[in-house]
């Protein structure tokens, strides 16, 4: 008798949800300020433009609520949320906590690898200083690989949450006259500090960055 049985298939991968891809498109929006803070998500009108029911699109609404990008409302519906000076603050203060944490920890380690992909992220963020766009996105790479690099998931989830309530802020500081100089200059402390492999000095030079940050936001 033939005992051989045939090998179980392998799961496929579900490929992403809709709701999670509505809700980047969402966050993107956002982000560039086609829905503006403060505005009312037209959910009817939404749905129709992607064409697709209003189930997923409560789905992604739920996401970017649970994100601080959206505020619910009950019987009037989402709006994209506005963040006042103290939301400000308090991110800001938060930032400086976790991020001049993870600095500290990365220097303390001190490991050539680690220190040379940071440096190569700065070496790109002084050639992007013309082309303030890019400088952002550099600037945000450049934090996050250090959160990466510190090793810690929860940190790392908590920032990335942050960073994106931060991204509301109508006008971020970076755009401000002679702050995208400043930033890179504080920049060069932190990654001296970095390569100096001295924790308390890497962390007090990643919160006078936020300090700096927080004066030039409105």
Same mark, same amino acid.
């Given at each position: 008798?033939?005992?051989?049985?045939?090998?179980?298939?392998?799961?496929?991968?579900?490929? +992403?949800?809709?709701?999670?891809?509505?809700?980047?498109?969402?966050?993107?929006?956002?982000?560039?300020?086609?829905?503006?803070?403060?505005?009312?998500?037209?959910?009817?009108? =939404?749905?129709?433009?992607?064409? =697709?029911?209003?189930?997923?699109? #409560?789905? /992604?609404?739920?996401?970017?609520?649970?994100?601080?990008?959206?505020?619910?409302?009950?019987?009037? $519906?989402?709006?994209?949320?506005?963040?006042?000076?103290?939301?400000?603050?308090?991110?800001?203060?938060? @930032?400086?906590?976790?991020? !001049?944490?993870?600095?500290?920890?990365? /220097?303390?380690?001190?490991?050539?690898?680690? %220190?040379?992909?940071? $440096?190569? @992220? &700065?070496?790109?963020?002084?050639?992007?200083?013309?082309?303030?766009?890019?400088?952002?996105? =550099?600037?945000?790479?450049? &934090?996050?690989? @250090? @959160?990466? %690099?510190?090793?810690?998931?929860?940190?790392?989830?908590?920032?990335?949450?942050? #960073?994106?309530?931060?991204?509301?802020?109508?006008?971020?500081?970076?755009?401000?006259? $002679?702050? =995208?100089?400043? !930033?890179?200059?504080? &920049? #060069?402390?932190?990654?001296?500090?970095? +390569?100096?492999?001295? $924790?308390?000095?890497?962390? *007090?030079?990643? *919160?006078?960055?936020?300090?700096?940050?927080?004066?030039?936001?409105?």
């Amino acid at each position: 008798m033939d005992t051989d049985t045939a090998a179980p298939t392998a799961p496929s991968l579900a490929p +992403r949800a809709l709701y999670e891809e509505v809700a980047e498109l969402l966050r993107q929006r956002i982000f560039k300020r086609e829905l503006e803070p403060g505005s009312w998500i037209d959910e009817l009108k =939404i749905a129709e433009a992607y064409g =697709i029911s209003r189930t997923p699109l #409560r789905e /992604a609404l739920k996401v970017l609520a649970a994100e601080g990008l959206v505020t619910m409302k009950v019987r009037r $519906g989402a709006y994209v949320t506005e963040v006042s000076e103290k939301d400000l603050r308090d991110v800001y203060h938060l @930032l400086s906590l976790l991020e !001049s944490d993870a600095a500290g920890e990365v /220097a303390a380690q001190g490991l050539a690898a680690a %220190l040379s992909e940071l $440096g190569a @992220l &700065h070496d790109e963020l002084e050639a992007a200083v013309q082309d303030r766009d890019r400088f952002f996105a =550099i600037n945000e790479r450049f &934090h996050l690989r @250090l @959160l990466e %690099l510190a090793d810690n998931r929860w940190r790392l989830q908590m920032v990335s949450d942050l #960073r994106k309530v931060m991204k509301l802020n109508r006008h971020h500081s970076l755009f401000k006259a $002679g702050r =995208i100089e400043e !930033s890179l200059a504080e &920049h #060069r402390a932190v990654m001296a500090a970095l +390569r100096a492999r001295d $924790g308390a000095l890497a962390m *007090r030079r990643m *919160r006078e960055h936020f300090a700096s940050g927080l004066e030039a936001a409105p």
